[in-house]
Nanobody, 115 residues
Framework: QVLLVESGGGLVQAGGSLRLSCAAS????????MSWYRQAPGKQRNLVAT???????NYAESVKGRFTISRDNAKNMVYLQMNSLKPEDTAVYYC?????????WGQGTQVTVSS
């Protein structure tokens, strides 16, 4: 069974920073790639960043140089450090993995960036 619980969202001014956390259940964690997605109102859900089980990372072009994904396998945690936030980063952010060939999602955490 997979349980993903995000936290750390909130309201921040443009140029500010937030760190999102995702707590994952289960012994599968260290074997899985983990991702952050985001979905703005009225828009599709888009990939923000991915970290593989060996900690290789990939980022959407829109967040490169500003966001950093990381993981702590000992704690079953994945993080998204977001710096230099922009109003267009406003969205619900979701933690994601693929478990037994199925998508698994957290409940999401709201990030709002004011101008």
């Amino acid at each position: 069974q997979v349980l993903l619980v995000e936290s750390g969202g909130g309201l921040v001014q443009a140029g500010g920073s937030l760190r999102l956390s995702c707590a994952a259940s289960g012994s599968w964690f260290s074997l899985n790639a983990m991702s952050w997605y985001r979905q703005a109102p009225g828009k599709q859900r888009n990939l923000v960043a991915t970290i593989t089980r060996d900690s290789s990372t990939n980022y959407a072009e829109s967040v490169k140089g500003r966001f950093t994904i990381s993981r702590d396998n000992a704690k079953n945690m994945v993080y998204l450090q977001m710096n230099s936030l922009k109003p267009e980063d406003t969205a619900v952010y979701y933690c994601h993995t693929i478990y037994q060939y199925l998508d698994a999602w957290g409940q999401g955490t709201q990030v709002t960036v004011s101008s």
